[in-house]
C-alpha cells in the first residue's frame, strides 16, 4: 500500500512539474548558433516566445524549462543574427524587376538587343531600364543615343547607369523633358559633342526625365515591395536600410507591414525634398517594430564611375574634371543645421574626397559636444589621410565592400597610385570609428550579402583577383564583417538593443546557413545559401 502511495505521489510530482513548464513558441536545436554578443559566444539552442529570443542555452535546459509549440532542428547547421543591409534601395530593386534589367550587359549592343526584346513583350509607352555600366565594357566610354534614335523614334527610352547617377535618353524621352542643348541646370552634366546632345544626363539632370517618366500606380509600387522582400530575404536578409524614400512610399511601406503583407523591417531614409523634410522633421521620428523612419539621406555628390564624386583635384584620367557637388555647400550646411536641431539623423551619400571633407566638417561642426546623434556618412569611399580623424561612434562611416571589388579594375585609374590608397579604406575607417556599418547599395550592386561579406574579407572578385586581394591592408577580419552587418548596422540604426545578435528580449530575426561563415574555406563564401530566414520567430523563407 505505502509503494502504490509512493508512487502515486511520484506521478503528481512529474505531473505538476510538467504543468509548470513556461510555455513557449519555437526552439531551435542542434546549431551552431553564433549569438554575435558583446562576447561573441557560440550556443547550440535558444527559445523564442512572441516574436523575441527567450533563452539561449543547451537543449536539455531549455527542454527542461519550457514547452514549445515548435521545434526546428537545425541539423548541425550554422544559425546567425538576421542579416541587415545598412545601405540599399529597397523600393528600387521592386520597381527595377517592373523594367529592363541591363545589369552585367558587356557591350552597348547588348544592352540595346535588351531593350529591344523587352519592348516586343511589353509594348510600353515609356522605356525604362538600369543596371548598364560602361566600364564593362570593351570601349570604355559613354554611349551615345544615335542607335536608340534610330529604333525607337517616337517612343521615349531613360535606361540608367547602373550607380544611379547617369542615364541615355533618346530623343524622344529628351523632347518631352525639353531638354535642348540651352538647358540650364546645377550639379551634373548634360553632356554635349560638337554642339548635339549625346543622351547623357548625370546626376540632377536626371530629375527633368523622371518629371516625365510618368508615376507608377499603387498596386505597381506594391507588387514591387512585395518582389524586393522575396528577394531580401532569400539572402537572409531580415532588415534594410532604404537609402532615399519619399512619404509616399514610406506610408505604403507602414500599410503593407501592419497587414502582415509585408513583413521585412525597414530602416527608411527620408529623401531629401522639402515636402518630406517639412513633414517628417515637424511630426517627428516614426518607429514600429518594423518601420523606422528618423533619418534624411542627403546627396553630397555623384559617383566615381561617372565621375560624378568631387574631388580635392582633379581625376587623374580626366585633365581639369573635379566632379561635382550635387547641391551647392550652403544648402548641405543649412540642411544639416536643420535636422541638428530635430532627433534626425542626417546620412549623408559622400564618394570623393572633397565631398567627404565638406561632409565631414559640416558634421563635425555641428555635433561638437554630442556624442549620441549618429549621423552618418554613406559610402565614405575617398578619404583623404588628413580627415580619416573626424570619424567616430557619432560620424559613421557606412560603406559598401562590393563597390571596392567592382571599381577595382579601374578605380586607380580615376585616382591616381597615391590617391586610391585613402578609397575603400574599410579597416582604416573601422579602427577610427569603432565600427563600419556594411552594405550592399542594391541594385547598384548584387543583393546577395554573402559577397559583401567575401569582399570585405578577401578584398577579390570571384575570380580570386588580384592575387592577395586589392589594397590588402583594408582587408576586415571575418568577426569584424559579421559584426557589420548585424549589430554595428543596428548601432547605426539606434536598433543595436532590439535587434542585431541573438539576445534574450530581442526580435527572432535569424537565419540558418549551408555553411558556417566564420570557419568556411574563404573562396567557398560567394556559393553560401540561406536554408532558412525568420522574422519575429516565423519562418519567412525555406530553400
Same mark, same amino acid.
Given at each position: 500500500m505505502r509503494k502504490i502511495l509512493s508512487l502515486s505521489l511520484l506521478f503528481l510530482m512529474i505531473l505538476s512539474c510538467g504543468s509548470n513548464k513556461e510555455k513557449a513558441d519555437l526552439l531551435v536545436f542542434n546549431a551552431k548558433v553564433y549569438t554575435v554578443n558583446d562576447s561573441f559566444d557560440t550556443a547550440e539552442a535558444f527559445a523564442v516566445k512572441d516574436g523575441k529570443f527567450l533563452k539561449i542555452s543547451n537543449v536539455e535546459d531549455l527542454r =527542461?524549462? @519550457? &514547452?514549445?509549440?515548435? $521545434?526546428?532542428?537545425?541539423?548541425?547547421?550554422?544559425?546567425?543574427p538576421?542579416?541587415? &543591409?545598412?545601405?540599399?534601395?529597397? @523600393?528600387? !530593386?521592386?520597381?527595377?524587376?517592373? %523594367?529592363?534589367d541591363l545589369t552585367g550587359t558587356k557591350s552597348f549592343a $547588348?544592352?540595346?538587343?535588351?531593350?529591344? #526584346?523587352?519592348?516586343?513583350?511589353? =509594348?510600353?509607352?515609356?522605356?525604362?531600364?538600369?543596371?548598364?555600366d560602361q566600364n564593362d565594357w570593351e570601349v570604355k566610354e559613354f554611349p551615345t543615343k544615335d542607335t536608340l534614335d534610330h529604333l525607337f523614334p517616337d517612343t521615349?527610352?531613360?535606361?540608367? %547607369?547602373? &550607380?544611379?547617377?547617369?542615364?541615355?535618353?533618346?530623343?524622344?524621352?529628351?523632347d518631352i523633358a525639353k531638354i535642348t542643348t540651352e538647358t540650364s541646370f546645377e550639379g551634373g552634366d548634360i553632356e554635349q559633342k560638337e554642339g548635339r546632345l549625346t543622351g547623357i544626363l548625370i546626376d540632377n539632370p536626371m530629375e527633368l526625365i523622371g518629371n516625365v517618366a510618368g508615376k507608377p500606380g499603387k498596386q505597381t509600387q506594391t507588387e514591387a515591395l512585395?518582389?524586393? $522582400?522575396?528577394i531580401c530575404v532569400s539572402y537572409g536578409l531580415t532588415t534594410v536600410d532604404d537609402a532615399g524614400l519619399d512619404r509616399e512610399v514610406l506610408e505604403l511601406i507602414d500599410e503593407l507591414q501592419k497587414s502582415d503583407s509585408l513583413k521585412i523591417r525597414i530602416y527608411g531614409m527620408i529623401s531629401n525634398t522639402k515636402d518630406n523634410l517639412d513633414y517628417y522633421l515637424e511630426k517627428g521620428a516614426y518607429k514600429t517594430d518594423k518601420l523606422n523612419i528618423r533619418s534624411v539621406k542627403f546627396y553630397g555628390d555623384g559617383a566615381l564611375g561617372s565621375r560624378g564624386a568631387a574631388l580635392k583635384e582633379s581625376y587623374s584620367d580626366r585633365a581639369h574634371h573635379f566632379g561635382a557637388m550635387?547641391?551647392?555647400?550652403? $544648402?548641405?550646411?543649412?540642411?544639416?543645421?536643420?535636422?541638428?536641431?530635430?532627433?534626425?539623423?542626417?546620412?549623408?551619400?559622400?564618394?570623393? &574626397?572633397?565631398? =567627404? @571633407?565638406?561632409?565631414?566638417?559640416? @558634421?563635425?561642426?555641428? !555635433?561638437?559636444?554630442?556624442?549620441?546623434? %549618429?549621423? %552618418?556618412? #554613406?559610402?565614405?569611399?575617398?578619404?583623404? *589621410?588628413?580627415?580619416?580623424?573626424?570619424?567616430?561612434?557619432?560620424?559613421?562611416? *557606412?560603406?559598401?565592400?562590393t563597390h571596392a571589388t567592382s571599381d577595382m579594375y579601374w578605380a586607380e585609374d580615376r585616382l591616381g597610385a597615391e590617391r586610391v590608397k585613402g578609397a575603400y579604406a574599410f579597416k582604416t575607417l573601422l579602427d577610427q570609428a569603432g565600427i563600419v556599418a556594411l552594405g550592399t547599395d542594391f541594385p547598384v550592386e548584387q543583393v546577395n550579402p554573402f559577397l559583401t561579406f567575401y569582399a570585405a574579407v578577401a578584398r577579390q572578385d570571384t575570380e580570386n583577383y588580384p592575387e592577395g586581394g586589392f589594397l590588402p591592408e583594408q582587408k576586415l577580419n571575418r568577426e569584424e564583417t559579421l559584426k557589420g552587418m548585424t549589430i554595428w548596422a543596428a548601432y547605426a540604426n539606434f536598433e543595436e538593443k532590439e535587434k542585431g545578435s541573438i539576445e534574450p528580449g530581442k526580435f527572432a530575426d535569424f537565419i540558418i546557413l549551408d555553411r558556417d561563415l566564420m570557419e568556411t574555406d574563404l573562396k567557398s563564401i560567394p556559393e553560401t545559401k540561406v536554408i532558412s530566414t525568420f522574422i519575429n520567430g516565423e519562418l519567412v523563407y525555406e530553400n
Open positions: =527542461n524549462k @519550457y &514547452d514549445f509549440a515548435k $521545434e526546428v532542428d537545425a541539423k548541425g547547421k550554422p544559425v546567425f538576421g542579416l541587415i &543591409d545598412a545601405h540599399a534601395h529597397f @523600393y528600387t !530593386l521592386g520597381m527595377q524587376q517592373q %523594367r529592363v $547588348e544592352v540595346v538587343a535588351k531593350i529591344v #526584346e523587352f519592348q516586343q513583350e511589353k =509594348n510600353v509607352d515609356f522605356i525604362l531600364g538600369r543596371g548598364w521615349p527610352v531613360a535606361i540608367t %547607369r547602373i &550607380d544611379g547617377h547617369a542615364l541615355l535618353a533618346n530623343q524622344a524621352a529628351l512585395r518582389t524586393a $522582400e522575396a550635387l547641391s551647392p555647400i550652403s $544648402e548641405l550646411k543649412q540642411t544639416a543645421a536643420r535636422i541638428a536641431k530635430t532627433d534626425f539623423q542626417m546620412n549623408t551619400h559622400a564618394i570623393g &574626397d572633397s565631398a =567627404n @571633407y565638406v561632409v565631414l566638417k559640416t @558634421y563635425d561642426s555641428l !555635433l561638437a559636444g554630442t556624442n549620441n546623434r %549618429r549621423w %552618418r556618412v #554613406e559610402h565614405s569611399q575617398v578619404i583623404d *589621410s588628413a580627415d580619416f580623424h573626424f570619424f567616430s561612434k557619432n560620424i559613421i562611416p *557606412s560603406v559598401q565592400p
